[in-house]
């Protein structure tokens, strides 16, 4: 069973930064994507970032230049660099991985949530 473990939340004023993380725990053969998505209230979950096993990453637009999103693959960990944020990034964060099982299924996991929260 997979499991994904996040943290690195908080409260934080206009400008500031925040690093999540979330690791991966459990029995499989491989991760491939590492996506972490947000959903603010009264709003649709929207990708944020990904990232895939060769390290080529994706952003969308509204936060591209502010964040940055990493992986290490011996821990089986990605991360979110958030800098520059600003009121409209608050949200609950999830991460989300796409994982080869040793089964060779394809399955799609995803976080508890982590909430972000920045004041103006």
């Known amino acids: 069973q997979v499991q994904l473990v996040e943290s690195g939340g908080g409260l934080v004023q206009t400008g500031g930064s925040l690093r999540l993380s979330c690791a991966a725990s459990g029995r499989f053969f491989r991760i491939d994507a590492m996506n972490w998505y947000r959903q603010a209230p009264g709003k649709q979950r929207e990708l944020v970032a990904s990232?895939?096993?060769?390290?080529?990453?994706t952003y969308v637009d509204s936060v591209k230049g502010r964040f940055t999103i990493s992986r290490d693959n011996a821990k089986n960990t990605v991360y979110l660099q958030m800098n520059s944020l600003k009121p409209e990034d608050t949200a609950v964060y999830y991460c989300?991985?796409?994982?080869?099982?040793?089964?060779?299924?394809?399955?799609?996991?995803w976080g508890q949530g982590t909430q972000v929260t920045v004041s103006s």
């Open positions: 989300n991985y796409n994982i080869l099982n040793s089964d060779w299924r394809r399955g799609d996991y």
């Open positions: 990232i895939i096993r060769d390290g080529t990453t």
